[in-house]
Structures are given as structure tokens and as C-alpha cells.
């Protein structure tokens, strides 16, 4: 059963804008990952947290983890129409172990 | 990171037949990973393959309805057996690429039901 929940579950945002997607997940964990997938084809990983780490950046993405509270967000400052997809929060409950995807926001980045 | 040949990317089949799905990759990997996504949802895992011994199968998957094949640690086949219109979903393989990284994904094969 997918553990983790996303909000929101649709946002449509104006090119240059900053998009913030959340993900509360239930279960301890090892890390959590951010994927994105483009148009219904294969995944692809954006960024990794650990359970030990609080915030990550990568390029324009920026990751945060509070484990007290069993959230994430990921942000994607000064956003494109390229980014336009579907991004996952996955949870791994050890390292190397079955991933656990939550549901999922679709992006739209309006031009 | 690991690279994944999936194939195929698409099919279309006759419900009551059945399809092999091969994942192929270019490193040898102790586990890997069989999901479905079906129409406008998230992934759920279907069963974790290890070489040399049988897959496990989540709740909800039977190994008679989506039999798996791990012949080595580079490859490996998930089959949708006696398929119906409900099974029509994009399939995936993953492995772990490392353990900084994150898992690598196949493309995914796109499955109608017909």
C-alpha cells in the first residue's frame, strides 16, 4: 500500500515561478527520493535525502526533510516549461530496500 | 548509474493472453524491482526479484498472474499472464544504482488490453 501522500495533487504555475510540492510519509526511514516522470514513461531520480540530513539542494531543486513531522518538500526555483511532469516522493525503509511512492503532483509550467 | 533496456515499450494484446516484459542491465545487481502504474496513478511494487531464488511477491500479486525469472544479475522477465482489460498499465523494472544515488528506472512498458 503507497504510504506517502502528496500535495497538492495538480499545480499550474507561470514560467519563473517557484513550484513546492509536500510528501508526509508514515513509516521510519532510511531516505527519501524525488523522481520525475514525463507523458506516462520511465522515472527519473532527481534527488536523495537522507534520514539524517535536513535539507539538500541540487541545481535549481532544493529538498528539505523534518522527520518529526514525517514530511518533504522539494521546490524547483525559477521554474520552465521543461519541467512540466509528474514528480514522486519514494521512501526507503532501509538502504537498498523496496521503494514506497506516494501519489504523485502533476506539474504544469504555463510559458 | 545503472542503465536499463526495457522492452517492449508498448503493446496491445487480446485479453486471456499473456506478454513478457525483459529488463535488461549493463551492471550486475543483487535485487530488482517489478511496478505497476496504472492509468493516472502512483507506482505500486509488485514483487522484488533476487538471483537464485524466488521473487517476493507484495500483497495483492500472485506469482501464477505475473510470474518473474532472475536467470542471472543482469537480467530478468516479468510475465502478465491470462491478461484483462484492468491489467493495462505501464510496467517497470528498477534497481538500486547506488547508494547515494537513488534506483534507476526502464523506460516502462505501456500495456493496453484489448
Known amino acids: 500500500s503507497q504510504q506517502g501522500e502528496e500535495d497538492p495533487q495538480a499545480l499550474s504555475i507561470q514560467e519563473g515561478e517557484n513550484a513546492t510540492m509536500n510528501c508526509s510519509y508514515k513509516?521510519?526511514?532510511?531516505?527519501l527520493q524525488w523522481y520525475r516522470q514525463n507523458s506516462g514513461r520511465g522515472l527519473v531520480h532527481l534527488i536523495l535525502?537522507?534520514?539524517?540530513?535536513r535539507e539538500k539542494h541540487s541545481g535549481r531543486l532544493r529538498v528539505t526533510l523534518d522527520t518529526s513531522k514525517k514530511s518533504s518538500s522539494l521546490l524547483i526555483t525559477a521554474s520552465r516549461a521543461a519541467d512540466t511532469a509528474s514528480y514522486f516522493c519514494a521512501t526507503a525503509e532501509t538502504s537498498g530496500s523496496r521503494l514506497t511512492f506516494g501519489e504523485g503532483t502533476q506539474l504544469t509550467v504555463n510559458p | 548509474s545503472a542503465v536499463i533496456s526495457q522492452k517492449p515499450s508498448r503493446d496491445i494484446c487480446q485479453r486471456g493472453t499473456s506478454l513478457t516484459i525483459q529488463c535488461q542491465v549493463d551492471s550486475q545487481v543483487t535485487m530488482m524491482f517489478w511496478y505497476r502504474q496504472q492509468p493516472g496513478q502512483s507506482l505500486t511494487l509488485i514483487a522484488t526479484?533476487?538471483?537464485?531464488?524466488?521473487?517476493?511477491?507484495e500483497s495483492g500479486f500472485v506469482i501464477d498472474k505475473f510470474p518473474i525469472s532472475r536467470p542471472n544479475l543482469t537480467f530478468s522477465t516479468l510475465t502478465v499472464s491470462n491478461m484483462s482489460p484492468e491489467d493495462s498499465s505501464i510496467y517497470l523494472c528498477?534497481?538500486?544504482?547506488?547508494?547515494?544515488?537513488?534506483?534507476?528506472f526502464g523506460s516502462g512498458t505501456r500495456l493496453t488490453v484489448v
Open positions: 526479484a533476487n538471483q537464485g531464488s524466488e521473487a517476493t511477491y
Open positions: 535525502i537522507r534520514s539524517n540530513e
Open positions: 513509516t521510519s526511514i532510511n531516505n
Open positions: 528498477s534497481v538500486e544504482a547506488t547508494h547515494l544515488y537513488g534506483y534507476t
